[in-house]
């Protein structure tokens, strides 16, 4: 009784979402022939083109750029009122052409602010570049040739500035090809002199609170580029090989806790493992875990004593091809208070000492510690007092201090082979292995670097990431797992190296002391260079005289009087703090909502950022995080020049050399290539990858032209029906349209632009082209102009038009505007961006009428798969259901026992259907049943009702209209009546 009661509440809902539809059908017939039948048909018309190509293509997307007002959007948007969203742009370098990199991240963010415009936001993102640095100055002088010898610090940057300039033109024209919004007579560049000068008071204000300090330690250090690097410029090779080598360290001084395991034997040697030959003449000390066990172990083929780490006695053994027998075991405590000496230098001794790095998953257990060239090592050398002699020099090149048979070598080449042969005179060489290893590259010049200690500048993160990390983990992060990896980089960063040994860039602003060295740097010397630099540039360092960057003025107040006694420094500020501090000059004070970079700015351009805005603001300067991966070509290779395998976005939208080869596809299809990408990992592109994308959109233009072409002469403000008086299956599109609007909106806010494309496509292909057009072509076609059925259906399509139109518009901006253009109901030509965005009425929502729809389409399958490849109108259909709520909603889209224009017989695209309770009596013997079930869910699960029906398909009996090519006329030569009553009152000549 429950279910009868919902089910007829199902039914009540159907009938108050829309009425019955009679038809007054006129007799007659008529002497006209073929041709002229035809000629009644309404078939679409329209001139948007299907598929434009080559120079067409590209000449409609420049006019829809000009005539639509692209340039001038971002300015229209800005003078309105709305709520501020801000995209901070992550400026690009400005070291080469524009590549896919760039077009991926650039339209991203496009994409992100054409949604957020169309949503009503005032959008605000100021494109940037920058514009200083060793990659700049490389290839400037690259340009210069054998005249780079001869240049001045003066010249270099001026010839650096001048390349950097020629290739900001370069992609900032290739950005605006691109479609991506902005003003672009309005960017930021990291070398105009109000950025510079806001640069040197973030430096201050860091300075002042005591986070920068100069000191002498270990880092990363180019000998390709004489410069120190930080570790966002390293990239690494997983496949670099060393010259690793095993060493003995023989025991001097016997610690407390180890015995002598035999009288008869030599003595006891520390066995060492490194990769790294060429720093054994800066060891120290030998480092061991305190709360690990070492053994002593006796080898049968020499009958040394070795000492190393127990866990690492048999993997040691096999690489040297030796037997160990372990004599003693003692725990890493026990070790305290022993003394080596050094393997090649007579007279020095090596401590062993505690540290909490060493590991037993390589090696020996035991670490070779030269605190001049690894971080860790600085540590022990540090805590235990250590002498921190750097014996390598700029260029990679052992010193003096050396000795001679070292100086003037190259560390990992000839020095590295001179270290070696040196352990093996002394005998102190067991074995040398090469292996290959991950280890880090100079990202500019791609050559190995070293680590050395050197007098730098330093930020001191170690005590600002905690706070960093606090705030940071507030921020949403898209994926989620670029957070923990940004948490792990600031846990392992304890201190940020912020100089460089280079001339283009921002100088470090310190006065050094000719005789003690001491920096002078205070409030006069930086409110004086601030100044200048405002006034003209960071040039100003190198091109006045020091006694005006160091006036008497600033250097009384300094308390000193000579400026003869002082030297400026030479030194640049690190082009990660050049970026890092955008913050504070385009944001002026606000935080951004998104920063939206590829995943190498997440030891990048990301930390940096939120270093400086912590250490200076106490705050983080971005809300989101957006990381996209790199762009690889179609079969996962990374991208280069040398190999032949870059993908040029100007030959991607302009075409290449051969046409047939490299065809142009448009910048529409670039950024439906980005958008469909799944961006949050490596993104492939390649032909195959364009190809599929231009077919994506060709399918939408196809799509388009449908509609738009069957939307001619149609007017929304005097033709549109009223939903609640549609037919069932037009209220069941807006209902479908409205889902649809609501998870497309959804997923822009998720920047899950791939969900866009899919939905899209699935949209058009599922729900509009395979089923709805094909069910009412018929009634376009074929029903009077002004019909209330055809009207109903175009209210339809002037609805999906519209919402489809704006869903792809932040991807498809060309498209979007052709199509806007196109719609003949649009009183002037407005850019659909400034429209707003989608308009989906809640009141499409209709569940209660889902059932019926989706009942009806289960047995019309059952119909279709039982005549593949054949015409559905040539069968009559005879529907068998017992009473129930099926019935009774299928009765509702027929209310005639039998009719060929009900709703039932329009989504079984038949010629007939019979709506039936039993099975007919008078049915052949050999008739064939389709049997099949629905489930009918109500009340979101808490009722269900399984009905089974019968589908007899049986050939139409009636004859084909020569006019509709249904089998429902009783003459070939005569109309159906359905097509009489629609010509009627045009067959009056």
């Known amino acids: 009784m429950m279910l009868a009661l919902r089910g007829r509440s199902l039914v009540g809902k159907l009938r108050a979402a829309g009425g019955r539809h009679r038809l007054s059908v006129a007799s007659g017939s008529s002497s006209h022939g073929k041709n002229k039948f035809r000629e009644t048909v309404l078939l679409p018309r329209t001139d948007f083109p299907m598929r434009p190509s080559g120079k067409e293509l590209l000449e409609k997307e420049l006019q829809i750029q000009r ?552 705050q983080i300067p971005y809300r989101k995080l957006v990381v996209h991966g790199f762009t690889l070509n179609e079969t996962g290779e990374k991208m280069s020049k040398s190999v032949g395998n870059v993908v040029d976005p100007d030959v991607v939208i302009n075409g290449g050399l051969d046409p047939n080869q490299d065809p142009p596809y448009g910048a529409d299809v670039l950024r439906w290539w980005v958008a469909e990408s799944n961006v949050f990992t490596e993104v492939l592109i390649g032909q195959n990858v364009l190809h599929a994308a231009r077919d994506d959109v060709f399918k939408l233009r196809n799509t388009f032209r449908f509609m738009l072409g069957n939307l001619c002469n149609f007017d929304p403000e005097t033709d549109a029906v009223p939903s609640e008086q549609m037919l069932i299956v037009d209220q069941y599109m807006l209902h479908l349209l409205q889902d649809y609007s609501t998870k497309i909106t959804a997923a822009y806010k998720e920047y899950d632009f791939g969900k866009v494309t899919r939905l899209v496509l699935a949209f058009i292909n599922r729900e509009l082209s395979n089923f709805y057009f094909s069910i009412v072509k018929d009634r376009l076609y074929c029903e009077d102009e002004k019909h209330p059925k055809r009207r109903s259906c175009q209210t339809v399509l002037d609805e999906a038009l519209d919402v489809i139109t704006r869903s792809i518009a932040p991807i498809l901006p060309h498209l979007a505007e052709e199509v806007f253009q196109h719609q003949s109901n649009k009183k002037e030509p407005l850019s659909v961006f400034r429209t707003g965005w989608i308009k989906a009425s809640s009141v499409w929502k209709k569940p209660g009428i889902v059932e019926a729809i989706e009942g009806a389409c289960a047995m019309r399958d059952s119909f279709l798969s039982s005549i593949p490849g054949k015409n559905s109108t040539e069968y009559d259909l005879t529907i068998i259901i017992e009473p129930c709520l099926l019935f009774e909603l299928m009765e509702h889209l027929q209310d005639e026992q039998i009719s060929s224009s009900s709703q039932l017989n329009e989504l079984m695209m038949a010629s007939h259907t019979t709506l039936l309770t039993r099975v007919p009596h008078d049915l052949p013997i050999d008739t064939d049943f389709i049997e099949g079930k629905f489930v009918i869910n109500l009340e979101g699960g808490d009722i269900i009702e399984e009905s089974s029906y019968k589908v007899i398909v049986q050939s139409a009996t009636k004859e084909r209209c020569p006019r509709c090519k249904k089998y429902t006329s009783e003459s070939a030569q005569t109309p159906c009546p359905r097509c009489l009553e629609a010509i009627a009152e045009k067959w009056n000549t």
């Open 67 to 618: 005539e639509c007002g692209f340039s001038e959007l971002y300015s229209w948007q800005r003078n309105r009122k709305g709520k501020e969203f801000c995209v901070h742009d992550g400026p690009p370098y400005a070291n080469g052409d524009p590549h896919v990199g760039h077009a991926l991240n650039k339209i991203l963010k496009d994409i992100t602010n054409r949604f957020q415009m169309m949503r009503g936001s005032r959008v605000h993102f100021v494109p940037g570049w920058d514009c200083h640095g060793l990659p700049i100055e490389l290839r400037a002088l690259a340009e210069c040739g054998e005249e780079a010898k001869t240049l001045s610090p003066v010249e270099i940057r001026q010839k650096a500035r001048e390349f950097a300039e020629r290739t900001i033109e370069r992609q900032r024209a290739a950005f605006i090809r691109w479609g991506v919004m902005a003003d672009w007579n309005n960017c930021y560049y990291t070398i105009d002199k109000q950025y510079e000068a806001k640069q040197l008071q973030v430096f201050h204000k860091m300075f002042d609170k005591g986070y920068i300090y100069q000191d002498y330690k270990p880092v990363f250090w180019s000998p390709s580029t004489r410069t120190a690097l930080a570790e966002a410029e390293l990239e690494y090779n997983e496949q670099h090989i060393s010259r690793s080598v095993y060493v003995k360290f023989p025991l001097i001084k016997t610690p407390s806790g180890l015995t002598s395991a035999s009288d008869n034997v030599s003595s006891v040697h520390a066995l060492i493992w490194t990769t790294q030959p060429w720093t054994i003449p800066a060891n120290q000390a030998v480092c061991y875990m305190p709360n690990t066990q070492y053994s002593v172990v006796k080898c049968l083929n020499t009958e040394e004593l070795y000492l190393l780490g127990t866990e690492c006695v048999d993997s040691t053994a096999a690489i040297l091809g030796k037997q160990f027998e372990i004599l003693q075991t003692v725990t890493g405590s026990d070790l305290e208070g022993g003394v080596c000496s050094h393997p090649t230098i007579p007279g020095r001794e090596s401590q062993l000492l505690p540290a909490n790095h060493v590991t037993m998953v390589k090696g020996t257990g035991l670490v070779h510690t030269a605190p001049a060239h690894g971080m860790e090592d600085y540590g022990v050398a540090s805590h235990h007092k250590l002498s921190v002699d750097c014996l390598v020099d700029e260029d990679g090149l052992f010193t003096e201090s050396a000795g001679f048979e070292l100086q003037n070598k190259y560390v990992l080449n000839e020095g590295n082979e001179t270290v070696i042969q040196m352990l093996h005179a002394a005998n102190m060489l067991l074995k040398e292995v090469e292996v290959s290893h991950r280890y880090p590259y100079d990202w500019r010049t791609k050559k190995p670097v070293i680590i050395r200690s050197s007098k730098q500048w330093f930020i001191d993160t170690a005590s600002i990431k905690d706070r960093a990390q606090e705030l940071l983990q507030k921020v949403q992060t898209i994926p989620q797992s670029a957070m923990n990896s940004m948490l792990a980089m600031l846990d392992r960063r304890t201190y940020w190296c912020i100089s460089r040994q280079r001339c283009w860039g921002v100088p470090i602003p310190v006065f050094y002391h000719k005789e003690t060295a001491e920096p002078l740097i205070n409030k006069y010397t930086r409110a004086h260079l601030i100044k200048l630099v405002e006034e003209h540039g960071s040039d100003c360092w190198w091109t006045l005289p020091l006694d005006q960057l160091l006036t008497k003025e600033v250097l009384k107040k300094s308390g000193a009087s000579d400026v003869s006694n002082f030297v400026k420094g030479e030194d640049i500020l690190d082009i990660w703090f050049d970026s890092g501090i955008s913050w504070a000059y385009v944001l002026e004070g606000n935080v951004a909502d998104v920063y939206l970079e590829g995943k190498d700015q997440l030891g990048g351009w990301f930390q940096s950022s939120l270093l400086t805005s912590v250490a200076v603001e106490k």
